[in-house]
């Protein structure tokens, strides 16, 4: 992987930026962060619920979830973007120390694009369809790097054809809907990365695209980190994506992180009930063929608050008298941290043996 | 594509043929410009020519990205629409012929289920109706009643009976797949093609889902075709698998044979970029990238259609004769004319098909 063209794929830091201390802490750093949605006369809903988590540079970690989790308002948090009104924010996140929650908009706008910035999940949307996309990728350059228009779509043409876009001076020019699905992504790609961010944020990249065009930006980006050093955070819900991408994962469920792990032993032996459920429960191109799924019965929609005890209890298997009465903490039980009270066995112990130790 | 070379080798029950023949099928979209009279300037090839045989009571996947033709096809087996040329023929009988009432009679046999279980049910109508209205539409009396019948079809695909009166906003994705699952065989079909039936629902449920399928099968003798994207899935369920690519199948194998030895390009590259979970294999595994996109049906490329992406392809043949779907092994037909020189290693991919910020060449 990564021969050939690699070199030109310079997309490292930019050199002397000035006002940089030396740093060692990590990238971001989210610490307890709870995000409720308020509406007058609805009950609150809490959709994200303690969340902690920290990136360093060069790292990948993972959010993984279903539909509901939490996992893309945690990203929009960490972003800014979620709308002032009829929202609240708890916790703390900080960008190399530097607190963003309660930050003026001038300074997240500062940061945003230049700093951090998130490639979203449908490039239709998230693009702008009556602007072309020189203009959408020159103008992250203008504004943050102060770039005469000339500059800006020299620099613009040069970020396509690092990302794998053909002809990049007469795509310029193009619109959103005369590109493809893949090349719009590549687009929105290009432009999270005009100003070399220190942290990408890509929430579903590729859900909305074919698996062979899935292959080729998943590549991209494992080639922006090697080469760049760039911190991902990576939000998806497809787990094959995560084992060959990810350093460090996060499994969240209704809001809260129920397990954190680095990826070997998270896929090599889930701890918890939810993670292991959902590895039970994808089809293996790899596996031998007719063995059944295991299924998680249910549907994320069966939770029952966190306050009252664990939301995944009424789906899960390993279900135990505690589990509907109080909440787990999250623990650290071996190489993770599990949410659990009655956590699946490590491997090479039987869950008969577990019990012994208990 | 010719319609004697590579015979279709599912394998079927001695004594009766495949369920379902499909020869030489199909289906051109006109595109037409013009305000005030329409003319044709040019057509859409979803589906340019498939052979395929699916066996009774087994289960035919077929695979391909968005804009193959897949799910164009399904719907040409079913004549939701009309086939351009070819002939599909159903238990003997060619359903691309019928007329009429004799249609009619013939598509009580073959059901379909679709992808969004949210946009394929009324809003308005209750389940119990959903469930009845085949009955209706078909003249067929259940034997004790219909409440019996809807509760039968419930419990079997597992919701309660009080489902029955409840309207498809209050069930989750999951539930819902599972009304039009029981709408599909409430008139006990031979037939079911399942168009991504899995697709639209949450990770932990589609394995329920998948399931369901396979208990039905069992228990009703079902015969499928299912449509999807996703390989692993269509793997799971299938016993031949078809991969199809720009309106043509590129290869059918049974679904460990294709596993095991894709002799395809275009399968190769497929299977290579499917993410799979689980760290070492993701590690280890080299990865084929294809540059660029599908090309448009529109204006297929000469030649073979996969010429312009393909990452083994030769000087030679490639862009100027078509290849024909051969048989290589029992049952494994490839339409390349290197497919023995790939699986030989003889012919390797290109450099370039390894690196993800290679430029494709314009077209």
């Known amino acids: 992987m990564g021969t050939g063209t690699s070199e030109e794929l310079d997309l490292g830091q930019a050199p002397g930026r000035p006002g940089r201390t030396a740093y060692d802490g990590p990238l971001l750093a989210v610490d307890d962060l709870s995000v409720t949605f308020t509406r007058r006369g609805r009950r609150d809903v809490r959709a994200v619920d303690g969340v902690s988590f920290a990136i360093r540079p060069g790292e990948t970690v993972g959010l993984v979830g279903e539909s509901g989790s939490g996992k893309s308002v945690t990203a929009l948090a960490v972003m800014g973007l979620l709308p002032g009104r009829g929202v609240r924010v708890g916790g703390s996140v900080r960008l190399e120390g530097e607190e963003l929650l309660g930050a003026s908009d001038d300074r997240l706008r500062d940061l945003r694009g230049r700093e951090m910035a998130m490639v979203f999940q449908d490039p239709m949307t998230s693009l702008n369809p009556v602007v072309s996309i020189g203009v959408q990728v020159t103008e992250v350059l203008r504004r943050h790097r102060d770039m005469t228009r000339e500059q800006a779509s020299v620099e613009a043409a040069s970020l396509l054809r690092r990302v794998g876009i053909p002809d990049p001076v007469r795509r310029l020019k193009d619109y959103p809907h005369q590109l493809s699905g893949g090349m719009r992504q590549r687009a929105l790609i290009a432009s999270a990365l005009a100003c070399r961010p220190r942290l990408l944020i890509c929430d579903e990249p590729t859900t909305a695209l074919d698996v062979t065009i899935q292959a080729q930006i998943l590549d991209l980006l494992r080639q922006l980190v090697r080469e760049s050093g760039t911190a991902l955070l990576m939000i998806t819900h497809d787990l094959g994506v995560v084992a060959g991408l990810c350093d460090t994962v996060h499994v969240m469920y209704s809001g809260r992180v129920v397990e954190s792990a680095p990826r070997r032993p998270l896929f090599g032996s889930p701890r918890h009930p939810y993670t292991g459920g959902l590895l039970a429960s994808i089809p293996r191109l790899d596996a031998p063929r007719g063995a059944p799924l295991h299924p998680i019965q249910g549907s994320p929609n069966d939770t029952i608050p966190w306050e009252t005890g664990c939301a995944f209890a009424p789906r899960c298997d390993h279900r135990v008298d505690a589990c509907t009465t109080s909440a787990p903490a999250l623990e650290v039980r071996g190489h993770a941290s599990v949410r659990c009270w009655n956590p699946l066995p490590p491997p090479g112990r039987t869950a008969a043996a577990q019990e012994e130790d208990a | ?363």
């Not at chain 2, 979803?46 to 052979?51: F, R, S």
């Not at chain 2, 597992?158 to 065989?185: D, T, V």
């Not at chain 2, 199809?244 to 970029?273: C, F, K, N, Q, W």
């Not at chain 2, 290589?328 to 450099?351: F, K, M, N, Q, S």
């Open chain 2, 1 to 363: 594509m010719s319609e004697t070379v590579g015979e279709p080798t599912a394998s079927a029950p001695a004594g009766a043929g495949p369920l379902l023949k499909v020869r030489g099928l199909k289906v051109h979209f006109p595109i037409v410009k013009g305000v005030f009279v329409d003319r044709v300037v040019g057509h859409v090839r979803a589906v340019d020519g498939v052979d395929l045989d699916v066996a009774r009571g087994s289960t035919y996947g077929l695979v391909g990205e968005s804009g193959c033709g897949k799910s164009t096809l399904g719907r040409a087996v079913l004549r939701l629409v009309e086939p351009t040329a070819g002939t599909v023929e159903f238990d003997g009988v060619d359903v691309a012929s019928l007329k009429g009432e004799a249609l009619r009679r013939e598509r009580r046999r073959m059901q379909m289920v679709f992808q969004d279980p949210m946009s394929s049910l009324d809003p308005r109508q209750s389940v119990e109706s959903v469930l009845l209205e085949p009955l209706a539409a078909h003249g067929v009396t259940p034997e004790g009643g219909k409440d019996a019948h809807v509760r039968r079809l419930l419990d079997v695909v597992g919701l309660p009976g009080s489902a029955a009166g409840r309207y498809p906003h209050e069930f989750s994705g999951g539930q819902r797949q599972r009304i039009g699952i029981a709408r599909a065989i409430a008139l006990n079909p031979d037939l079911v093609i399942a168009d991504e039936p899995v697709s639209a629902l949450d990770v932990s449920v589609q394995a329920q889902v998948v399931n369901l399928l396979e208990d039905l099968q069992e228990q009703l003798g079902l015969t499928y075709v299912v449509i999807a994207h996703d390989l692993a899935v269509v793997r799971h369920v299938s016993d031949t698998i078809g991969v199809m690519y720009l309106g043509m199948l590129v290869e059918e194998a049974p679904s460990d044979d294709l596993y095991a030895t894709p002799r395809h390009p275009y399968t190769i590259s497929l299977m290579s970029a499917i993410p799979i979970p689980d760290p070492d294999v993701e590690d280890r595994r080299e990865r084929i990238l294809l540059a660029g996109d599908l090309p448009s049906p529109a204006n297929p490329p000469s030649g073979c259609r996969f010429h312009t992406r393909c990452p083994f392809r030769q000087e030679t043949r490639c862009d100027d004769e078509v290849p024909a779907l051969r048989t290589l092994a029992p049952g494994h037909r490839v339409a390349c004319h290197w497919a023995e020189e790939v699986a030989d290693g003889r012919i390797t991919p290109a450099a370039s098909a390894f690196d993800a910020t290679a430029v494709p060449t314009e077209t």
